[in-house]
């Protein structure tokens, strides 16, 4: 089982940065694939971000390539996103998500309370 608690979110204008962070516990982390996904209000949740448990070769969607950067700290079992040049339309519950590979929900077992990210135009 691993347990996952997010932070970091909070209000920001846009142009402004945030960085969120995921700390996970129990079985071990640096194993584990690690994702970011949002959900907005309204809408369904989509995927953000993703790295390996390498760090490297991390995947974007595409509206945040260039703008946000995933991380992780093995030694540390935490995984960051930065957020740099926010828009209001990354307004959204922000989520963390530990397990498998790939871009769908289906393909991460554990996930996070998430956090909210509002950013005012």
């Known amino acids: 089982q691993v347990q996952l608690v997010e932070s970091g979110g909070g209000l920001v204008q846009a142009g402004g940065s945030l960085r969120l962070s995921c700390a996970a516990s129990g079985r071990t982390f640096g194993s584990f694939y690690m994702a970011w996904f949002r959900q907005a209000p309204g809408k369904e949740r989509e995927f953000v971000a993703a790295i390996p448990s390498s760090g490297e070769n991390t995947e974007y969607e595409d509206s945040v390539k260039g703008r946000f950067t995933i991380f992780r700290d093995n030694a540390g079992n935490t995984v960051y996103l930065q957020m740099n040049s926010l828009k209001p339309e990354d307004t959204a519950v922000y989520y963390c998500?530990?397990?498998?590979?790939?871009?769908?929900?289906?393909?991460?077992?554990?996930w996070g309370q998430g956090t909210q990210v509002t950013v005012s135009s």
């Open positions: 998500a530990a397990g498998g590979w790939g871009r769908r929900e289906y393909q991460y077992d554990y």
